[in-house]
């Protein structure tokens, strides 16, 4: 019982309602493409379409929470070694003007990943600072996200369509 205690409640409250509410703004936009069958202008059945966009939901939040884990080793990674002949470099400043542009262009999504990653990366500080291993750490961050953007999934199939209207 003492680890109830320890338990990070506070930031595990963010964690889920900020994937809950992503979870509702996901649900409200794949709703109209499964319903539409256009998924990116690919005409598919609602079945295949759903599939889909869900796989697609579930691999984006595994790589948010595997991307807030381990921000500096990727950081060092991606910037370490891109500099030290002169076509990486242009390589590096032309990638590096393309996310700029993609970041001004679509502001609002791009607010929207930063606070689900600040989110991840509060709980799992919290986490870890309560002495659970990286392990499982992970593990439970995943599950907390899941869980939190299926609940938004699903408050947003059941009471979406009053509040829409």
Do not use: N
């Not at 005409?43 to 691999?59: D, N, Q, R, W, Y």
């Not at 500080?125 to 392990?135: A, N, P, Q």
């Amino acid at each position: 019982m003492r680890w109830l205690k320890k338990f990070p409640w506070i930031s595990l409250i963010i964690l889920i309602a900020t994937f809950g509410v992503s979870g509702w703004h996901y649900a409200d936009w794949s709703k109209e493409m499964i319903l539409e069958g256009q998924l990116w202008h690919w005409t598919m059945e609602p079945a295949i379409a759903a599939i889909v966009i869900h796989g697609l939901a579930v691999f984006g939040i595994v790589a948010i929470t595997y991307i807030s884990g381990k921000p500096i080793k990727l950081l060092i990674v991606s910037l370490g070694g891109s500099l030290k002949s002169e076509a990486k470099a242009v390589m590096s400043i032309f990638f590096g003007a393309l996310a700029f542009t993609l970041i001004v262009q679509r502001l609002q999504h791009f607010v929207r990943l930063l606070v689900l990653l600040a989110a991840c990366l509060l709980f799992k500080l919290d986490f870890r600072t309560t002495g659970y291993s990286e392990v499982t750490s992970r593990i439970v961050l995943i599950l907390f996200s899941l869980g939190g953007f299926a609940s938004g999934v699903a408050l947003f199939y059941s009471w979406g369509h009053y509040l829409t209207k």
